[in-house]
Structure formats: structure tokens, C-alpha cells
């Protein structure tokens, strides 16, 4: 089989892609042709473009020289020397090769400063590695460990866009400027405190702005209620730092959301829902939660593959959580109630089935903010929404936990 796509970047400044296990870099202006051949579990991938050659580079870089593996050596207090070499040694053979490819591919200036600075970040990125990995803390570290690191680097505001640089920024935030609370969770406020405090003092510009950023999606996907004031001190400034940037402000505004209605039970207005019942009849929300139990809902649709493909997974979790007090609720987006009713013969599965005819316009899809399907929900037995991304029903027969955790 042959497949080819064509994806056109709007960018501003270089950023790196990954294709499978391929990387790229990407120049603003680029249109690229990705030519995918084979199966889909062998593909094999092929760039063309303004910029093809350079396009490849991290490619051929990964055949020469491997894409720094020193970050998974075994590190121990013992041999922490001999990993900076290691990662000093590799770093230095990777930039030759990029010299040297330059000469011969004819790789543009810009280019070659570009892929520079990419490698350097990994370079910094796996120096750091043995800390951030919590193999060694710092304290144990050699007292030079650090000597040749010029952390101007990461003062510089045009460096790179891609996220490695803001990650590399990032670690070494948490792990060599912010003082680290040793009996904390990385997600205390104590310790959240520390990193906002080191951010703001150590970093500045664009590099500051996208590493508060960083700190702010992190907070939002794992922070807890003990965050919600850092979320929204976070939230307010960066409001007024992208406030030209109506895209980005509308995501962070959406991912806030998500964050301020787990662990709450949901409005009065939503929890009005009407659904459709198997029986032509209609129920509110409220009514098909019931309450003392912990409630799993999968929304889906007979014309989803990726729904229907779960449908197995799902009878099993059901059959295998009978008797405990766990309830599965399955709402369908279907617009057309016989082909629901076809599928739920179909698929024989025991929960309790819903339809709900307006799909994403309705006012239950707009209070979660999705527009995809399948999206899975868990309720605690108070009534409170809980996981708002929670894990598909293969997912959770690997790991219960998803579930049980919420019934003790």
C-alpha cells in the first residue's frame, strides 16, 4: 500500500514534527509532501518539499548516530561522570555530523543554526536527565557537573518554537533553579510555588511566558483543588500576555474550564438534559445518574468505528464489574433512532442506553467542551464529575484502578 499527504504549516518560527518515530523540522513557509508506503504497523516514510534535504536531517542524523540514547543508560552516583562524557561525547559527534552534512547536502545557514540549537537543547536535555529522572538528586552530583552548561541559553527568546526547548526550560527550572521540597508532590502548592517563583526570576521574555504556559497546561491536566488559586493567578497573566493571540486564548480558556468542573457535580441546567430512552420515552440527566454509585459514560455513535471497536472491551468490563456498585451508561450522538436501536441489538450490551438526537450542539457536550467521539466520563457516588478524559474501556480492563479507586 501507498498512501501520500500533503500538510501545509502556518508557522511563525521553526518547529520540530514527529511522523511515528520519524522527526522533522519545520521551516516557516513549508508545504510537505509525506509519502507513507507498507503496512501500517511497518510504514515507511518519505518527505518531499521546498526544503526536502534539510527536512531529513534528524532522519539520516538517527542512522548515523542514534538519537541521543545516553538518556537511557543506567545512572548511578558511581558512574555519573562517565554518563557527562558519554552525553558530551555523543552531543559533539552529532554536531559534527551536522557540519559535515551541511557541506555536502548544501543545508542553508539558517537551517543548520536551526538544527544547532535543536541538538544543543537535547544536549542539555539529557545532561540534566539523570536529576529530572530522579535517578540522583542533585545534592550528589559532582560539584563541577554544571561548570561548562551556559544557561544563557536558555535566556535567549529567539532561540527555538518547538516544544523540546520549552521542556528542557522547563526541567531545569524544577530540578536546578526552583529549591525542590524533598517530602512534596511534584503538584503541592509548595513546590508549584517554587517553580512559578524561579520562572519568573530566572527566565525572561518569551522563554518566561511559554514556560509559565507549560507550568499552566501541567497544573490543569494534574493539579488539584490546591492549585485552583495558582491556576488562576497563572491563567490571568497569560491572558494578558497572548492577548493577540485569540487562538491560543481560546484553548487556554477551554483547558480551564476543564480544570473548574472536575470534582464538582454538574449544574442544575445540565443535569436537565433530556435523553431518550430505549422505551420512546425521555429522562432527565439527574434521573439516568442516580446517585450512591460510581457512574462510567461512554458517548458514542453506530457510525464510529473507533466506538464500535470498544464495544467488546465494554461488555467485558461490565460483566466483570456485576455486582459492584459501578453503573455503565452508554448516551448514543446517533441522529437516526434505528440504526441506534440496530447497533445496541448488535453489540448486546447490558447498560443503560440513551440517545441524545443533538449530539454536540447539545447543552451536556457544550459543558464538556468536546467535539469528538468516543469521550468517557467517570462519576464518584456523590454525583461528582471526577474524569472528564476518562480511559477507554480496553484502557481500564489493564487497569481497574480507573474505576475502583472511586468506590472506596
Avoid at 481560546?250 to 435523553?275: A, G, T, W, Y
Avoid at 450542539?361 to 478524559?389: M, T
Wanted: with cysteine; glycine share 4%.
Amino acid at each position: 500500500n501507498s498512501y501520500r499527504f500533503e500538510f501545509n504549516f502556518d508557522l511563525v518560527r521553526p518547529t520540530l514534527l514527529q511522523f511515528q518515530d520519524k522527526f522533522i523540522i519545520v521551516v516557516p513557509g513549508d508545504s510537505i509532501d509525506v509519502h507513507i508506503t507498507g503496512s501500517e504497523d511497518n510504514a515507511t516514510l518519505r518527505f518531499e518539499g521546498p526544503h526536502r534535504m534539510e527536512h531529513n536531517f534528524l532522519i539520516r542524523l538517527t542512522a548515523a548516530h542514534g538519537l541521543f540514547p545516553v538518556s537511557g543508560f543506567k545512572i548511578d552516583e558511581a558512574s555519573i561522570e562517565k554518563y557527562k562524557v558519554a552525553a558530551t561525547h555523543h552531543y559533539d559527534s552529532c554536531i559534527l555530523f551536522l557540519r559535515n552534512d551541511a557541506a555536502q547536502k548544501s543545508i542553508s545557514e539558517s537551517f543548520e543554526e536551526i538544527a544547532q540549537g535543536y541538538l544543543t537543547t537535547r544536549y542539555y536535555s539529557d545532561l540534566l536527565y539523570p536529576v529530572s529522572a530522579n535517578l540522583i538528586t542533585k545534592s550528589k552530583l559532582p560539584k563541577y557537573y554544571f561548570e561548562l552548561v551556559n544557561f544563557l541559553f536558555f535566556k535567549t527568546t529567539d532561540l527555538l518554537a518547538f516544544r523540546e526547548f520549552i521542556l528542557a526550560v522547563a526541567n531545569y527550572n524544577a530540578d536546578y533553579y526552583a529549591d525542590k521540597v524533598e517530602s512534596a508532590n511534584y503538584y503541592d502548592s509548595t513546590s508549584v510555588a517554587a517553580r512559578i517563583k524561579s520562572a519568573n526570576h530566572n527566565f525572561f521574555g518569551e522563554v518566561k511566558d511559554n514556560l509559565l504556559l507549560f507550568q499552566f497546561s501541567n497544573l490543569i491536566e494534574h493539579g488539584t483543588t490546591e492549585n485552583a488559586l495558582q491556576i488562576q493567578t497563572l491563567y490571568d497573566y497569560l491572558s494578558g500576555v497572548f492577548v493577540h493571540e485569540p487562538k491560543r486564548i481560546e484553548q487556554m480558556r477551554e483547558m480551564k474550564h476543564e480544570f473548574d468542573i472536575v470534582n464538582k457535580p454538574l449544574p442544575p441546567r445540565i443535569l436537565s438534559q433530556s435523553l431518550g430512552t430505549q422505551k420512546g420515552k425521555t429522562m432527565s440527566l439527574k434521573e439516568a445518574l442516580g446517585s450512591n454509585e460510581v457512574v462510567y459514560i461512554d458517548f458514542w455513535a453506530s457510525s464510529c468505528e473507533s466506538c464500535m471497536a470498544e464495544m467488546p472491551a465494554e461488555k467485558q468490563l461490565i460483566s466483570e464489574f456485576e455486582g459492584k456498585a459501578v453503573k455503565f451508561i452508554l448516551i448514543s450522538f446517533d441522529q437516526d433512532e434505528k440504526k441506534w436501536r440496530k447497533a445496541i441489538t448488535q453489540v448486546k450490551i447490558k447498560g443503560d442506553h440513551y440517545i441524545l438526537t443533538q449530539g454536540f450542539s447539545s447543552e451536556l457536550a457544550k459543558y464538556i467542551s468536546f467535539q469528538e467521539i468516543p469521550r468517557y466520563l467517570i462519576f464518584d457516588y456523590r454525583g461528582n464529575l471526577v474524569n472528564i478524559q476518562a480511559p477507554a474501556p480496553g484502557q481500564v480492563l489493564k487497569d481497574k484502578s480507573a474505576l475502583t479507586r472511586w468506590l472506596e
